[in-house]
T-cell receptor
Framework: GESVGLHLPTLSVQEGDNSIINCAYS??????FIWYKQESGKGPQFIIDIRSNMDKRQGQRVTVLLNKTVKHLSLQIAATQPGDSAVYFC???????????FGKGTTLSVSS | GAVVSQHPSRVICKSGTSVKIECRSLDFQATTMFWYRQFPKQSLMLMAT?????????EQGVEKDKFLINHASLTLSTLTVTSAHPEDSSFYIC?????????????FGPGTRLTVL
């Protein structure tokens, strides 16, 4: 079946450090991947996306890397700030390409 | 940016009653809206995909007679939890995909916290 998972449920970093959050996906036919940030009691917030014809995409302080060979997705956050503390989910297209399948989530804690 | 709202933000009801949750796209038209459920410390689980003017497509294991979805316009979808029970207590989140863009991106609402006593 389809599934998207994350390697680590929690990640703790110091303010100013770079954070790397990883995700493994199982559907080799997926052509679209997204990272979301979810703060407590709120809906997911779009961070960055990437299509399967790319292996890297950069945004403001964030970079997403896609390795289709090993079906691995990562989110890099530069100069992590306390406001980055949240749960981060990766998501991929389902097999029909009609909906998103979410991974389990990584809780990022940033200490000052 | 594209904004999706949900109403109410939280609701407490008695067991056996029905609860309606609204999802609106405020500044764009959405042919497709999605309903997710999220239990504490878990991921979002897709419940159903709602297409404007047609019946919703439910994920396996989601009872369509219990979770009634209506998508009567390009800016509004509703989820009605019928005969709610304590195990239905959860965080319900909707998302919307903009019409005619061919884009996969979904815009999420702020969620509705349902507590069934």
């Amino acid at each position: 079946g389809e599934s998207v998972g994350l390697h680590l449920p929690t990640l703790s970093v110091q303010e100013g450090d770079n954070s790397i959050i990883n995700c493994a996906y199982s559907n080799s036919a997926s052509d679209y991947f997204i990272w979301y940030k979810q703060e407590s009691g709120k809906g997911p917030q779009f961070i960055i996306d990437i299509r399967s014809n790319m292996d890297k995409r950069q945004g403001q302080r964030v970079t997403v890397l896609l390795n289709k060979t090993v079906k691995h997705l990562s989110l890099q956050i530069a100069a992590t700030q306390p406001g980055d503390s949240a749960v981060y989910f990766c998501a991929e297209n389902n097999q029909a390409g009609t909906a998103l399948i979410f991974g389990k989530g990584t809780t990022l804690s940033v200490s000052s | 940016g594209a904004v999706v709202s949900q109403h109410p933000s939280r609701v407490i009801c008695k067991s056996g009653t029905s609860v309606k949750i609204e999802c609106r796209s405020l500044d764009f038209q959405a042919t497709t809206m999605f309903w997710y459920r999220q239990f504490p410390k878990q991921s979002l689980m897709l419940m159903a995909t709602s297409n404007e003017g047609s019946k919703a497509t439910y994920e396996q294991g989601v009872e369509k007679d219990k979770f009634l979805i209506n998508h009567a316009s390009l800016t509004l979808s509703t989820l009605t939890v019928t005969s709610a029970h304590p195990e239905d207590s959860s965080f319900y989140i909707c998302s919307a995909r903009e019409a005619d863009t061919g884009d996969h991106e979904q815009f999420f609402g702020p969620g509705t916290r349902l507590t069934v006593l």
